[in-house]
């Protein structure tokens, strides 16, 4: 069960696009609308990365509105925590959410 746990981690990890996504995760958490434009890739494809990333363990999400944001999960296994402890974190704009839950990047 571990190995394949790992597996799935690894595999997670192992994209330039997720990469990314952990890279702005790591100064906090984040809304999903703010992805988009950090990526330049349409707003399926960053949901498609977020998933792998949440079904590997690697993060977690919370809904506000209709947003979700996430964060990096707490009790990473010492592999991942590596990975994320090596990259750099990455600014991004500030993902101004109004009472209604929207967002407006």
């Given amino acids: 069960m571990q190995i394949e746990r790992m597996e799935k981690q690894l595999k997670a990890l192992a994209d330039q ?4 996504l952990l890279s702005c995760l790591k100064s906090g958490e984040v809304c999903v609308c703010e ?18 990333l949440k079904e ?14 996430y964060r990096i999960a707490d009790n990473q296994s010492p592999v991942v925590q590596c990975v994320i402890d090596e990259l750099e974190a990455a600014p991004l ?9 929207t967002c407006s990047s």
Avoid: M, Y
């Fill in 17 to 20: 696009n997720r990469l990314k």
């Fill in 35 to 52: 992805f988009v434009d950090v990526l330049n890739i349409s707003q399926p494809a960053v949901s498609q990365h977020l998933r792998k």
């Fill in 56 to 69: 590997a363990g690697i993060i977690a999400e919370r809904k506000v509105g209709t947003w979700k944001h």
């Fill in 93 to 101: 704009c500030d993902c101004k959410g109004t009472e209604g839950g």
